[in-house]
């Protein structure tokens, strides 16, 4: 079963971290978005490696991802929905 990672946006926004967007080996898939305050998987785009997954549980110590089944993972094609993110507009 392939499996993708899912951030938990409730968790993820009580805090101000980043911390695994900076270690995703894929471009473009673990990203910031500023206005809810939370990291988000462009799911189509992930490759389910589990550094991100690490990197909350084990460095960041906050445990808001988890690897899902893509199956589950259902609404969350942040590509496909919404393209590439303008990161003009990004909040400095
Ligand atoms: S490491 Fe965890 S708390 Fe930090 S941005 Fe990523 S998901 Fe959020
Ligand atoms: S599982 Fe790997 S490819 Fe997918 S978001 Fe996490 S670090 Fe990136």
């Known amino acids: 079963m392939y499996k993708v990672a899912h951030v938990?946006?409730?968790?993820?926004?009580?805090s101000n971290c980043r911390l695994c967007v900076l270690y995703c080996?894929?471009?473009?898939?673990?990203?910031?978005?500023?206005k809810r305050n939370t990291a988000f998987v462009a799911?189509?785009?992930c490759k389910g490696c589990g550094a991100c997954l690490r990197i909350c549980t084990d460095i960041s110590k906050r445990n808001c991802i988890t690897m899902v089944a893509v199956g589950s993972a259902q609404g969350e094609f942040e590509m496909s929905r919404y393209g590439m993110p303008d990161v003009s507009k990004q909040e400095k």
């Open 25 to 34: 080996p894929e471009p473009n898939t673990l990203l910031y978005d500023e």
């Open 43 to 45: 799911v189509d785009r």
């Open 8 to 14: 938990d946006a409730s968790k993820c926004s009580a």
